[in-house]
């Protein structure tokens, strides 16, 4: 369960961030939604995460 709100207020103070804004509604328009496809490769080996956060045994 959620302990706090993730929502934010978007700031667009800067011609690049409404640019990047246009962009993105454009791209939403044209292909829809970003619908993530399967994860692939995961493990839980901790010798592969210590390798992967470079932690050193």
């Known amino acids: 369960m959620a302990l ?6 978007m700031v667009i103070d800067t011609p690049e ?5 246009a962009k ?3 791209r939403y ?3 829809g939604p970003y ?4 994860v ?3 493990t839980d080996d901790p ?4 390798k992967f ?5």
């Open 4 to 9: 706090e709100s993730f929502y934010e207020t």
């Open 17 to 21: 961030a409404g640019a990047n804004l």
């Open 24 to 26: 993105a509604i454009e």
């Open 29 to 31: 328009e044209k292909y």
């Open 35 to 38: 619908v993530p496809g399967p």
């Open 40 to 42: 692939q490769g995961t």
């Open 47 to 50: 010798e592969d995460l210590d």
């Open 53 to 57: 956060m470079g932690v050193s045994p």
